[in-house]
């Protein structure tokens, strides 16, 4: 049974940090590319970065987030972290992390594009 289960939500004031946490299963790891995306009340999911572990390299992140969101993995534990600094009110959303075989690296910012999505993870940003 293929799972993405996100997690590592919070509410937090301005200017803080918060890790989120993107553990799979049930599909080969290493043959996907792992995004992350998020959804604010009245607003379309957009795509806010994504891993392609093919090789090994991060493809894109929201310009709105560069500089303040890193993402990484750990491969043994096939698992995608989304460190996120000096969060402002406008990052609140529902954070959700979804897996796609595609190679197509100009597409990963599409919701689109993904075979498979986690439950979401809520973040709050008070000002």
């Known amino acids: 049974e293929v799972q993405l289960q996100a997690s590592g939500g919070g509410l937090v004031q301005a200017g803080g940090s918060l890790r989120l946490s993107c553990a799979a299963s049930?599909?080969?790891?290493?043959?996907?590319?792992i995004g992350w995306f998020r959804q604010a009340p009245g607003k379309e999911r957009e795509g806010v970065s994504c891993?392609?572990?093919?090789?090994?390299?991060?493809?894109y992140y929201l310009d709105s987030v560069k500089g303040r969101f890193t993402i990484s993995t750990d491969n043994a534990k096939n698992t995608v972290y989304l460190q996120m600094n000096n969060l402002k009110p406008e990052d609140t959303a529902v954070y959700y992390c979804?897996?796609?075989?595609?190679?197509?690296?100009?597409?990963?910012?599409?919701?689109?594009?993904?075979?498979?999505w986690g439950q979401g993870t809520q973040v709050t940003v008070s000002s």
């Open positions: 049930g599909f080969p790891f290493d043959d996907y590319a």
């Open positions: 979804a897996a796609t075989r595609s190679i197509y690296t100009g597409q990963y910012k599409y919701t689109a594009t993904y075979d498979y």
């Open positions: 891993w392609s572990s093919s090789d090994g390299s991060t493809t």
